[in-house]
């Protein structure tokens, strides 16, 4: 079945390291995006591509990095410079005018220990 | 800008109640699109519903039903007769092009309990 693999489903870090989150889709949809969902705070983006080896900053960009080499993957980079990590994250995809907007993946929930 | 606005945190309700859901939205543009989505606690959201600002008529899927009001920005969501199944976190959300390759902007969500 198609869809979008989120992994790993629970990731601690330490303070002062970088971690990355998977996001693999075999949708063969164009765009994707990573969210972070905290409580009370709803989704927010960090980065989205619209395009292989293209992608722009969202609304909280800082401390997080992304690559797009790939069609099917959008890995997302959690740097030591993002001061509060902890939250869950969510990788979205998406084809031009679906009708069905996007397919989310089941997130990533990331604690900072 | 874009900006959504969904005024209920939280609602709980006992089993069988209609429920209501408010999304308000702005938007510069005359061309635009909303939707609804649900996150069971599972995490995963479900998408619900999308509706261009072009049509206006309300839409009924069995218990659920949308109702779309351009003179008042507004993007309602009722539930009839809830189940406990219904229990989630519900979000609206607006793109200002097909939603395809533009990012969607999200309320902070609505929390519905329903009590057996």
């Known amino acids: ?113 | 800008a874009q900006k959504v606005t969904q005024a209920q945190t939280e609602i709980s309700v006992v089993e069988k109640e209609d429920v209501t859901l408010d999304c308000v939205y702005e938007t510069r543009d005359t061309t635009y699109y909303l939707f609804w989505y649900k996150q069971p606690p599972s995490g995963e959201l479900v998408f619900l519903i999308r509706r261009n600002s072009f049509d206006e008529q309300n839409e009924i899927s069995g218990r659920y039903s949308w109702n779309f009001q351009k003179s008042t920005s507004s993007f309602n969501f009722t539930i009839t007769a809830s189940q406990v199944v219904d229990s989630a976190v519900y979000f609206c959300a607006l793109s200002e092009a097909p939603a395809g390759n533009t990012p969607l902007v999200f309320g902070k969500g609505t929390r519905l309990s329903v009590i057996a």
């Open chain 1, 1 to 113: 079945d198609g869809g979008i693999t989120q992994s790993p489903k629970y990731l601690f870090r330490k303070e002062g390291q970088n971690v990355t989150l998977s996001c693999e889709q075999n949708l063969n949809h164009d765009a994707m995006y990573w969210y972070r969902q905290d409580p009370g705070q709803g989704l927010r983006l960090i980065y989205y591509s619209q395009i292989v080896n293209d992608f722009q900053k969202g609304d909280i960009a800082e401390g997080y990095s992304v690559s797009r080499e790939k069609k099917e993957s959008f890995p997302l980079t959690v740097t030591s410079a993002q001061k509060n990590p902890t939250a869950f994250y969510l990788c979205a995809s998406s084809i031009p005018a679906a009708n069905y907007g996007y397919t989310f993946g089941s997130g990533t929930r990331l604690t900072v220990v």
